[in-house]
């Protein structure tokens, strides 16, 4: 099919991106919310359940022991089943489960609950790289995948503060109802919209349809066998990237709002709109960020790697020197804006390195690899705390950080950049050129 004009693309409508890019942001941040929100309930459910500091850490890792378990399960069903369907499952379960969380009466019943969670949502990123790459043509991909990953600092900005006033006016068992709702509407919403792939849906105009099909394998690989795809040298390189990556970024949100609340000795409403300060900041850093991987001519991977490094530089100096709470807020901010920024840039930097075909497969192991370090981060900070303050352990994550980012510029060094990587002796097959 011959590529669109400028014509014809300025002319096409746009509902891939009001029915499709706007529903997986919306269906992320709400995710996120539910998977997040914990954090800000935990300094009243250490309380409730009398939980030590590592068995608090045990809690807070409990729904990455499902994640990670159906992230390659999950993205090879959404290739041969549909996108949609693993996605409108997963929303029920994940709705349900954020429910019944405040619920949980002891703490194998938690564990539990957080597990199932777990589960569920682990299987819809790689479902969303499956609709990325058969929703939007390859110049507009970069800025979709960067549309849902907004939602990763901009929900936990809405959610503490919110989650803060729901627990402060009624119960951390309310808040947790109130946020698991919205999950269960988006699953109705999701099912009366969206179909699986462009060509089955009924309303798209012929123009839109025309422009999606015409440009949508650009910047995939060619297609290939699902373990071929998987072994690939690079695969495994953003594997180890993205597990040191969630070490950190993960700890850091589980935990911060009990560290700004050591900080600050506030009470809990006044600590969830702390918590949002980071996260706001992030939020506008993702923007300037993705427009800089846009129009930048050099890897993605630098991109990637500087940011981590400022995470972890900054999360190292706010334990290695003293200051009053504005410095500590600062720095927290700063390490915010290094470890969410570069989201939307990392995950169009996997999509350009994988198969077509394998889009979803290759997308869940690298979350599967790296959301072991969502387990990971929290019990380390945890134990390295000590059972005493919890900035004693915390900046064990700058270390983490700092080694994410060392993999990453290595890759990008090596020449696995935004147009073409070495060539592979398996299949000597090169990446498609950005239009």
């Known amino acids: 099919m011959a590529s669109p004009t400028t014509t014809d693309v300025s002319a096409a409508p746009r509902a891939r991106w009001w029915r499709v890019g706007v529903l997986l942001f919306l269906i992320y941040l709400v995710c996120y919310a539910d998977r997040s929100n914990i954090s800000v309930a935990v300094p009243d459910m250490v309380e409730h359940l009398r939980l030590s500091g590592t068995i608090t850490g045990v809690v807070l890792s409990a729904f990455f022991w499902g994640y ?29 489960a954020a429910c019944v969380t405040g619920f949980a009466p002891n703490l194998p019943a938690l564990l539990t609950v957080r597990f199932v969670m777990g589960l569920a949502e682990g299987a819809v990123f790689p479902s969303f790289a499956v609709m990325f790459v058969r929703w939007f043509p390859g110049r ?9 990953q907004y939602a990763l600092p901009l929900s936990s900005a809405l959610m503490a503060p919110i989650a803060g006033w729901m627990i402060d006016t009624w119960h951390f ?16 919403v999701f099912y009366l919209l969206v179909p699986n792939d462009p060509t089955e849906d009924r309303r798209l105009h012929p123009a839109e349809l025309r422009l999606i099909l015409a440009e949508r394998d650009a910047e995939t690989k060619p297609e290939s066998g699902l373990l071929k ?12 990237t993205y597990f040191l990556w969630i070490t950190g970024m993960y700890a850091f949100g589980l935990w911060l709002p009990t560290l700004i609340k050591e900080i600050s000795s506030n009470g809990i409403e006044a600590v969830g709109w702390l918590t949002a300060i980071p996260y706001a900041c992030a939020t506008v850093a993702m923007y300037f960020n993705s427009r800089l991987s846009d129009r930048a001519s050099f890897s993605r991977g630098w991109i990637i790697a500087s940011s981590l490094t400022i995470a972890g530089l900054a999360i190292l100096a706010q334990h290695y020197i003293s200051g009053g709470v504005l410095w500590q807020m600062i720095l927290l901010c700063v390490a915010a804006v290094g470890l969410y920024s570069s989201f939307g840039t990392w995950w169009t930097w996997v999509l350009s390195q994988v198969p077509r075909n394998q889009a ?46 060392a993999v ?9 950049d935004r147009t073409s990587e070495p060539a592979d002796s398996a299949d000597q097959q090169s990446v498609v050129s950005r239009n």
């Open 173 to 188: 068992q309310t808040m947790f109802v109130l946020q698991g709702i919205p999950a269960l509407i988006l699953a109705v």
């Open 140 to 148: 507009e991909r970069g800025r979709a995948v960067s549309l849902t």
């Open 360 to 405: 979803g497969p290759s997308v869940g192991l690298v979350n599967f690899v790296g959301n072991f370090g969502g387990i990971v981060g929290p019990i380390v900070v945890g134990w390295a705390a000590g059972g005493a303050s919890l900035a004693g352990g915390f900046y064990v994550l700058g270390f983490a950080l700092l080694a994410s980012a």
């Open 408 to 416: 990453a510029g290595t890759l990008a060094a090596r020449g696995y």
């Open 68 to 96: 990670v378990i159906t992230q390659v399960p999950g993205g090879f069903i959404a290739a041969k089943v549909g996108p949609k369907q693993v996605i409108i499952v997963s929303l029920v379960v994940v709705g349900v």
């Open 229 to 240: 795809a998987l072994a690939r040298p690079i695969v495994v390189g953003l594997c180890l």
